[in-house]
């Protein structure tokens, strides 16, 4: 290992969280990097640890995916490094995954027909799985929890439904932050549109551009309803308690909340928040509200785990927290 700097829905009403973040780090001991690399089924797998200096006991172990529409991004992107830095800060141990991406896609071209070559699924969720796999291994402190942004919430939701309906032993927990999930994005509520409308409506993810990325990722049209591709629309039974945080302004959030929905009908214990006024991506901008935001809830929601496991590890019912502006 070499050391490395650490400078660098109607029917389901949620939270709106415009409340504070997570402690400012400068009045917290930094948290010590390390880049290193797993060996996996498709060759090395670079990640990057983030071992804090006040481990807190019991505290999750965080697997960690950062986004870029499944093809771009790395361990230095601000969604992989920002959110790791914070959460080891509050006490976990993060290993952030620099798993395969596919090629780049275009939004103006239509993607030509049958198979494409080179990296696509399942090679990113292999590359997921090999690392949970290493790092739930090698953890004798506490559960291990998977979390994702964007893209990576999708590889998340993935590779967690894979790993239970395969019976490997899954995650404890998920974070999953402004994902898509669904093949193709799920209709867009009146109450969204009246978010993203006009100013707002640009740089948005609309169904076209959603589904050429989401079949660029995929490799072809069978794999698009792969329920461990795109979990969203498939039987959810058995996932563990996972958090949904969304950006308020954001086309994506169609596919959060219809996720949310489909963890609530599957009876896996759910909470959803929005972030309020966000656009999607608030993880890639630290130092900003809505990041601080978005980490406060991650950081809390995580922090109420081990009491709610001691009380009651069995059940299986969904809360949703009260609508809040």
């Not at 807190?56 to 172990?61: L, S």
């Not at 994702?148 to 932050?177: F, I, N």
Request: glycine residues 10%.
């Amino acid at each position: 290992m070499t050391k490395s700097s650490d400078s660098r829905p109607a029917a389901l009403p949620p939270a709106h969280t415009g409340g504070t973040g997570p402690p400012s780090r400068d009045n917290r001991r930094q948290p010590t990097i390390l880049d290193d690399s797993i060996v996996g089924r498709h060759g090395a797998i670079s990640v990057r640890r983030y071992e804090p200096a006040a481990p807190v006991p019991g505290a999750e172990t965080i697997v960690w995916l950062h986004g870029g529409s499944f093809s771009h991004g790395d361990l230095d992107q601000p969604e992989s490094h920002a959110p790791a830095l914070e959460l080891a800060a509050a006490g976990h141990i993060v290993v952030a995954v620099d798993y395969r991406r596919v090629p780049p896609w275009s939004w103006a071209r239509k993607p030509k027909p049958g198979t494409f070559g080179g990296i696509r699924f399942p090679v990113p969720v292999d590359d997921v799985i090999d690392t949970f796999e290493h790092v739930r291994a090698e953890t004798t402190t506490g559960p291990v929890a998977l979390g994702g942004a964007s893209a990576g919430a999708c590889l998340v939701a993935g590779t967690a439904l894979r790993l239970h309906r395969e019976s490997y032993v899954g995650p404890t927990q998920l974070v999953l932050a402004y994902g898509t999930f669904h093949a193709v994005l799920p209709s867009i509520s009146t109450e969204l549109r009246s978010r993203i409308r006009g100013r707002h409506g640009l740089m948005q993810f609309k169904p076209g551009p959603v589904e050429k990325m989401n079949r660029n990722y995929a490799g072809s049209l069978e794999q698009m309803s792969n329920p461990y591709a795109f979990p969203g629309g498939h039987n959810l039974t058995g996932l563990p308690p996972t958090l949904l945080v969304d950006a308020d302004r954001d086309s994506l959030r169609a596919s959060g909340g219809a996720f949310a929905q489909e963890l609530a009908r599957a009876g896996v214990p759910v909470d959803y928040e929005i972030v309020a006024e966000a656009t999607h991506g608030f993880l890639n901008r630290p130092g900003t509200a809505h990041f601080n935001t978005g980490i406060g809830a991650m950081v809390r929601w995580l922090g109420s785990q081990p009491k709610k496991r001691a009380q009651n590890s069995s059940s299986r019912k969904a809360r949703f927290p009260s609508a809040e502006r």
